[in-house]
């Protein structure tokens, strides 16, 4: 087990798009993809002097309630060689990878799962949820008191490439779930897409860019046109409901595809027939795993309430395991009698506010030893908006 030279970084991303039974990267792909590569950040797995899995992190920063960005390593590109699975490599590759985040100082790490099933035995769980929306463009109408302001434009993909960074990082990543992009991330989304897409930017009154929506038309064999809805991201509701409202106002197109997208987003109240954005899918977004549990404890802020003594389980990181004292004026480890106990899978849960401690108690995800401590425990995690990542990597 070992950190690869920048020399094994194409054979690393091979051998993990065979793992997902993807075709590897062509040479004009690779260039583009090539910079998410951290030195240092990429480990491989080797069996007989041959790579047989690899991980690697980004280093990134994730936003907690309160505001805060913590640092956090993103982790991706993880695979195990067809020949090599079930035989503990990936267990290896989880825990050099999170031992690795740990040293750098970054509380927690984070992921996209492929399957469900894999992570949570490494501590991970779903912290925040997204979901997929659908609607027949000529059918939907915006209500007369939908917000207004600003004006949406037109940018050509050469001058959005530039601009979007800037106007994401105005959008703010306070809300909890959200997460840095980088140039890097940037430049391996536009060569991703590539160049058959198109960019609408929103500006306020006073001509200030505070929102953008990527999109893409796809016509089928019938001339139906759908768009695919790639991002919107928005400052304000006003920045939101204009960009949503050009994209109903698109002529020609028929259906309007949106995926990753919060589950609070008001879509359907803009709409004079609510049952017109049809609710596809909702699924787990970001995988959140605290490598420091105290660390992201004092990270975030909580509600008002009775401080709750909680007990986290961590088998495979066990110097997170132990009793911890929560309250609006901070959090410390303790010896308390446990009012409340889980594993730190479930913890991902409720630590950015997806869930609440009462729900994770009636899924029997938390042992409530004093039931007078699940309401407590409710206030203390809540957040004001549900948390939501929006961003793939």
């Keep these: 087990m070992r950190a690869l030279p920048e020399s094994g970084f194409r054979g690393a991303n091979d051998l993990f798009r065979r793992a997902l039974l993807w075709q590897p990267l062509s040479d004009e792909e690779w260039a583009g993809n090539a910079a998410l590569y951290e030195p240092g950040r990429v480990l491989g797995a080797f069996v007989d002097g041959e790579l047989a899995g690899t991980t690697r992190t980004i280093t990134n920063v994730l936003a907690v309630p309160g505001g805060r960005r913590l640092p956090a390593g993103a982790v991706t590109g993880v695979g195990v060689r067809a020949d090599q699975t079930r035989r503990g490599v990936l267990t290896s590759l989880m825990r050099a990878q999170l031992e690795e985040v740990r040293e750098r100082g970054e509380a927690v790490a984070m992921l996209h799962a492929s399957e469900a099933v894999i992570y949570e035995r490494f501590g991970y769980g779903v912290a925040t949820r997204c979901r997929r929306v659908e609607l027949d463009r000529p059918s939907v109408a915006v209500r007369a008191e939908v917000p207004r302001g600003g004006r949406v434009r037109l940018v050509d993909q050469a001058k959005a490439e530039p601009l979007l960074p800037a106007i994401y990082e105005r959008c703010g990543l306070d809300r909890p779930g959200r997460i840095g992009r980088a140039d890097a991330w940037w430049s391996a989304r536009w060569s991703m897409w590539g160049k058959g897409l198109t960019v609408a930017v929103h500006a306020d009154e006073d001509g200030v860019d505070d929102g953008f929506v990527i999109y893409e038309p796809k016509t089928d064999d019938n001339w139906s046109i759908t768009v695919r809805v790639i991002d919107v991201s928005a400052a304000d509701a006003t920045a939101a409901a204009e960009l949503w409202r050009f994209l109903l106002d698109l002529d020609l197109a028929d259906r309007l595809v949106a995926g990753i997208r919060p589950v609070d987003e008001p879509l359907e109240w803009w709409l004079t027939d609510r049952r017109q954005c049809r609710i596809t899918t909702v699924e787990d977004d970001l995988w959140v795993r605290l490598v420091d549990v ?73 042992q409530a030893h004093d039931p007078a401590a699940v309401p407590a425990a409710d206030s203390l995690f809540a957040t004001v908006v549900p948390p939501w990542c929006g961003t793939s990597f």
């Excluded at 990270?299 to 110097?319: K, S």
């Excluded at 309250?327 to 630590?351: I, K, M, N, W």
């Design 294 to 366: 105290l660390a992201a404890f004092r990270a975030r802020t909580f509600g008002a309430a009775e401080p709750v003594v909680v007990e986290v389980r961590d088998a495979f990181l066990p110097e997170n395991e132990g009793r911890y004292r929560v309250a609006p004026d901070g959090v410390h480890r303790c010896s308390g009698e446990p009012q409340l106990s889980f594993d730190v899978a479930t913890l991902a849960a409720l630590y950015l506010g997806d869930q609440s401690a009462s729900a994770l108690v009636a899924a029997g995800r938390i």
